[in-house]
């Protein structure tokens, strides 16, 4: 599910934990930002449980994390928040 705001998106990826094996990755692809309005990337995440991954976030086409979390962060929702510096016109932000 992904809904549009005038503040921006919200994200709900609902799975079976019976279907999940050590090792699996999802990758996350926003649609097309404006570098011009976007000085930010704010966004909150739960990452709780003894068999937490790791989250990464970074632009589309660079391969260097804008920011990263590993492990179990206890079991409340946190905020997150990136500076954005972007030289391109246009970008993706993916999450994996």
Same mark, same amino acid.
């Given at each position: ?22 090792? @699996? ?42 920011? @990263? ?9 946190? *905020? ?7 030289? *391109?016109?246009?970008? @993706?932000?993916?999450?994996?």
């Amino acid at each position: 599910m992904l809904l549009l705001s005038l503040t921006g998106f919200y994200l709900n990826i609902p799975f079976n934990f019976l279907d999940i094996t050590q090792g @699996q990755k999802a990758r996350l692809v926003s649609p097309d930002i404006s570098s011009g309005s976007a000085h930010c990337l704010q966004f909150y995440y739960y990452m709780g449980g003894t068999f937490v991954g790791e989250l990464i976030v970074y632009i589309k086409k660079n391969d260097e994390p804008l920011w @990263q979390l590993i492990g179990d962060q206890g079991s409340v929702w946190k *905020e997150g928040v990136i500076p954005l510096k972007v030289a *391109e016109k246009t970008f @993706q932000v993916c999450y994996l």
